[in-house]
């Protein structure tokens, strides 16, 4: 058993929890994700990283309440305990696999949308502690979905922009990062982290300013060791798996489409036996 140590809600249906688990807290580097189950019977959530604190043993996990598993979640306090919390999978973000010279001498920017900029956070930090700067975009659909906004300022240059214009810049992440590039931010390398349309949108842009860009993708999953097949991907014509091969792929290769398809099947009975039958 895993006890919650701190449970807040950070806005509108967003919960960041932190919980103790020592061993994941110990290994787990920034891009990595855990499984977690509430109790016996529950279904596995995966869940991005949000930050780790190895000293005390925790790790700090968001959570948008969306389906029936993450609102129990979401009702739990501090004292409770979560049956599972599995991990790190997956890989680590391969900015920790670059030397520190070579990243100091990239502009970097990541662009984090919605409650994917919980797990951009972990990376922004790593960059900072490793004396690399780099440029971070928010994007939420108003001012009161803002997340994390006082963390980030202490690691990056932090620019926030909302859809309806309610704080900071106006308009999407993608026009965000069409005026920082027009205003003379010639970006080397970006991570996008967020929904897949954003995703898919950030990477069309990317791809025309000719700037490298890694996505961490967020398919359904379900064992995440690469058994199941649930969170089959295809990238550069390949089937790789979220869960092992990834989450993050160079994003100018993954095919949003058929991954956004795949997730729309999920939330039928009927798309999920076809998804079965396929596997
Ligand atoms: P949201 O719908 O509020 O979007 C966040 C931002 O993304 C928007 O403010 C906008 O700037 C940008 N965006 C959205 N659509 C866009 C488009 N068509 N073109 C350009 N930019 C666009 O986000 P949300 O409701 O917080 O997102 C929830 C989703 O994020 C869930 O589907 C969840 O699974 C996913 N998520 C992904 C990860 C990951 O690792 N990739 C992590 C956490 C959550
Ligand atoms: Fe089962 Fe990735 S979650 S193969």
């Not at 930050?51 to 129990?72: M, N, S």
């Amino acid at each position: 058993m895993f006890k919650i140590l701190e449970a807040n809600e950070l806005t509108t249906n967003i919960y960041q929890m932190i919980v103790e688990a020592p061993r994941v807290a110990e290994a787990c580097l920034p891009g990595q994700f855990l499984i977690i189950r509430v109790d016996e019977e529950g279904e596995r959530i995966p869940l991005t990283i949000c930050d780790y604190d190895r000293e005390k043993g925790t790790v700090e996990i968001v959570v948008q309440a969306i389906g029936a598993e993450t609102h129990l979640l979401s009702k739990l306090k501090a004292g409770d305990h979560l049956a599972d919390v599995v991990g790190p999978l997956g890989k680590p973000s391969d900015l920790c696999e670059e030397s520190i010279e070579d990243l100091k001498k990239k502009k970097i920017v990541f662009i984090a949308g919605g409650v994917g900029t919980a797990p951009v956070y972990p990376q922004a930090k790593w960059l900072k502690e490793h004396g690399v700067d780099c440029d971070v975009i928010i994007g939420a659909k108003n001012k009161d979905l803002v997340i994390l906004e006082d963390r980030f300022k202490k690691v990056c240059n932090l620019h926030v922009t909302t859809d309806d214009g309610s704080y900071g810049r106006s308009g999407m992440v993608t026009k965000a990062l069409q005026d920082l590039w027009d205003e003379g931010n010639k970006y080397d390398h970006c991570v996008a982290i967020g929904p897949m349309i954003m995703m898919k949108f950030v990477c069309k842009l990317t791809q025309e300013l000719g700037i490298p860009t890694v996505v961490s993708m967020n398919p359904i999953m379900v064992d995440g060791t690469g058994m199941c097949g649930a969170c089959r991907l295809t990238v550069d014509g390949q089937v790789k798996f979220a869960c092992v091969d990834g989450p993050e792929f160079d994003g100018h290769k993954v095919d949003f489409d058929q991954a956004m398809n795949r997730m729309k099947l999920y939330k039928t009975e009927e798309g999920r036996l076809l998804l079965k039958a396929q596997e």
